[in-house]
């Protein structure tokens, strides 16, 4: 019996309705725009409105991914997020019901700092190479955000990506090798009476780097291919400039010169939504399949990091044709449609994240999504969709 090929069969972006330039934010905080923009490789960061959040983002991912190939076979939807919105339910499950999936289906979160969305991707491929007619929808989605004037404040952001996982797929093979390296470190984490992440921001930077090497040499072992044969490279990117400093830790490890050039590419989503802790990296591979059409066949190292910490290195191989199947265009106009924010508004959004649930709320209507999250009553939260 042959192997099934389980991979992406489609790749789907969403972000926040505002976004904040981080020149603005450099002017308020009377640092060196080049900082932002050079040091840290960031222009822009997406903010949600009071009625958007990981679920409305999450949702508006997996939309365009519905519309293309309905619900048919999708039995389990995998929600992966760091910035949960209940402590006990799954944020899957809001999205499951508004995107009227079937009651057949199983839905969960996953949680580990930014990595959980490929413990996801890995649980999928495995669902489906267990049967084969079964599909899976990924979803990763959340809010970065850190205290307001501290370090960190420019690196924050918001997006969501959606991943249909079948048999046969046609985007992405996922390779069966995979590295992984776990390390108890308080690098960064968001104690459960916290709105914003708590983070050591050098010591996140190390305990990233150490978990590339991790799990570079677990995957080595466990005979993944070799630096040669890895023709393009995502990193997970909480500031574009990190895939550069990943890349030149791995490339000192091994004792030879990597092209960092080919790291552009991955970083053209990331550097205008921010951080988007789970979907980061997958942002990076969207935004490499949707720019570079000379992809087919290649090989992608992908590595995954979630603070505190887990790395995931795993390869994917490109399939002929994925061309057809891109959805560049509409993530550029997902981008493109955010409202410029000015910093006292994103000062009063930021301040007004957190929400009491013994009191009831209704949201004001401010997002152009496709789905809203319209308040709280009897302390549950309470979602639409709004383009039906
Ligand atoms: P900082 O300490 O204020 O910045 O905050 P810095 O002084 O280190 O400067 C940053 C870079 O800008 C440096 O470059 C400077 O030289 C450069 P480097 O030396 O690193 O190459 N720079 C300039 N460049 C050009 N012109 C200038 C200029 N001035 C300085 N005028 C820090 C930086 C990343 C620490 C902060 O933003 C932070 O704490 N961010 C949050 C934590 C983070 O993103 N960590 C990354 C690794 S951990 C991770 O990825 C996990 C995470 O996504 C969460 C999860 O897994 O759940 C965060």
Redesign the pocket.
């Known amino acids: 019996m042959s192997a099934v090929r389980v991979g992406i069969h489609d790749l789907s972006v969403a972000t926040a309705g505002h976004v904040l330039a981080l020149d603005d934010l450099a002017a308020y905080d009377g640092t ?1 725009p ?2 932002y923009r ?3 490789g960031q222009e822009q960061m997406s903010v949600p409105g009071p009625d958007e959040d990981i679920v409305t983002m999450g949702a508006a991912a997996a939309l365009p991914i519905l519309h293309t190939h309905g619900a048919d076979g999708i039995r389990t939807l995998f929600f992966a997020t ?1 910035s949960g919105v209940d402590q006990s339910k799954s944020a899957g499950v809001f999205v499951h019901e508004l995107l009227g999936l079937p009651a057949t289906c199983r839905v969960v979160e996953l949680k580990q ?3 959980s969305a490929t413990a996801a991707l890995q649980a999928a491929a495995g669902l489906v190479a267990r049967n084969p007619a079964e599909k899976v929808l990924v979803i990763a989605s959340d809010v ?1 955000r ?1 205290e307001l004037d501290s ?2 404040e ?2 924050q952001g918001a997006g969501a990506v959606a991943m249909l996982v079948t048999a046969d797929p046609a985007l992405a093979e996922i390779e069966p090798v995979s590295g992984v390296h776990t390390a108890d470190v308080d ?2 984490w968001r104690p459960n009476d916290s709105v914003n ?1 708590v ?1 050591d ?2 010591l ?2 190390v ?2 780097l150490d978990g590339v090497i991790g799990a570079w040499e677990d995957f080595r072992a466990r005979g993944g291919a070799p630096l040669g044969e890895i023709d393009r490279f995502c990193h ?1 990117q ?2 574009t ?2 895939a550069v ?1 990943a890349h030149r830790r791995l490339a000192e490890h091994e004792g030879v010169a990597l092209d960092e050039e080919l790291l552009a590419v991955t970083t053209g989503y990331n550097r205008r939504i921010g ?1 988007s ?1 789970t979907a ?1 990296l997958y942002l990076a591979l969207a935004a490499l399949i949707d720019a570079d059409d000379d992809l087919a066949g290649r090989r992608i190292g992908m590595f995954s ?4 910490s887990v790395t995931e290195l795993f390869t994917l191989v490109v399939q002929p044709g994925y061309r057809a199947h891109t959805r560049g265009a509409e993530t550029e106009r997902a981008l493109a449609a955010r409202t410029p924010l000015d910093i006292a508004r994103y000062r009063e959004l930021h301040a007004a994240t957190h929400l009491d649930s013994h009191a009831d709320l209704q949201t004001a209507h401010e997002s152009s999504g496709p789905f809203r999250f319209t308040g709280l009553t009897g302390r549950a939260r309470r979602y639409a969709r709004t383009d039906a």
Do not use: Q, W
């Open positions: 060196d080049a900082k050079v040091g840290l760091e700092a930014c990595y970065a850190y370090a960190a420019a690196t690098d960064f992440a983070v921001g050098k996140s930077i305990a990233y997970h909480p500031f400039r990190m400093k951080n802790y980061s990091y979630g603070s505190g």
